[in-house]
């Protein structure tokens, strides 16, 4: 079975420019999480969506938005880039949204914005 | 509020010597805890998971890591360690709610 899928794999874009990522997750699983991983530190927790709608929001700005599909695919959008903004973003999914389910992470958007 | 620190940033092991990745933890109520291993542009593997019940946790490729609720830690070991385990490792934390509280991460090398 195909695991989390996420496109692109890279990206570069430029400051003030607005990035969408894409997250495919394991077939049956209808929770999605999207981490932020800064060169040399641990994801960061950004979003969770189940069953389309938002479970929980880590301490991001308005600039980030995320949304869920019909079929659990996600999206995740950064408007108005910053160089920090540069990082891998991870997209993770789990069966459920309960404390236990193990999430299962996808190999990630390598985002660089100039 | 929960968090997770790694002491070392970087451990080095010689092949076959015994690998200590160590993790503390902070929560106010029985947590759930993780080890996940990153290799180089790739995403997070489990690599095991501590929920309830017994303390010492078996996982993949022979880690293994044991809940110690007084000393709030959740070691990670392996009692050989090959060329293949040189990866990046993170700890995280989990309570009642959605996120994984991640540390920031042990690089170990394994030198021949």
């Known amino acids: 079975d195909a695991g989390v899928t996420q496109s692109p794999t890279h990206l570069i874009k430029t400051r003030g420019q607005q990035v969408t990522l894409r997250c495919s997750p394991i077939?049956?699983?209808?929770?999605v999480s999207w981490y932020q991983q800064v060169l040399g530190q641990g994801p960061q927790f950004i979003f969770q969506?189940?069953?389309?709608?938002?479970?929980g929001r880590g301490n991001f700005p308005d600039r980030f938005s995320a949304r869920q599909f019909p079929n659990y695919s996600s999206e995740l959008n950064v408007n108005a880039l910053l160089l920090g903004d540069s990082a891998l973003y991870l997209c993770?999914?789990?069966?459920?949204?309960?404390?236990?389910?193990?999430?299962?992470f996808g190999p990630g958007t390598r985002l660089t914005v100039l | 509020a929960q968090s997770v620190t790694q002491l070392g940033s970087h451990v080095s092991v010689s092949e076959g010597a015994l690998v200590l990745l160590r993790c503390n933890y902070s929560?106010?109520?029985?947590?759930?805890l993780f080890w996940y291993v990153q290799y180089p542009n790739q995403g997070l593997q489990l690599l095991l998971k501590?929920?309830?019940?017994?303390?010492l946790v078996k996982g993949i490729n022979g880690f293994e890591a044991e809940f110690k609720k007084s000393e709030t830690s959740f070691h990670l070991t392996k009692p050989s360690a090959h060329m293949s385990d040189a990866a990046e490792y993170f700890c995280?934390?989990?309570?009642?709610?959605?996120?994984?509280?991640f540390g920031k991460g042990t690089t170990l090398s394994v030198s021949s």
């Open positions: 969506y189940y069953e389309k709608e938002e479970r």
């Open positions: 077939s049956g699983h209808k929770s």
């Open positions: 929560s106010s109520v029985p947590p759930y």
């Open positions: 995280a934390v989990r309570e009642a709610g959605t996120a994984l509280i």
């Open positions: 501590y929920t309830t019940g017994a303390t």
């Open positions: 993770a999914s789990s069966l459920e949204s309960q404390t236990y389910n193990e999430q299962f």
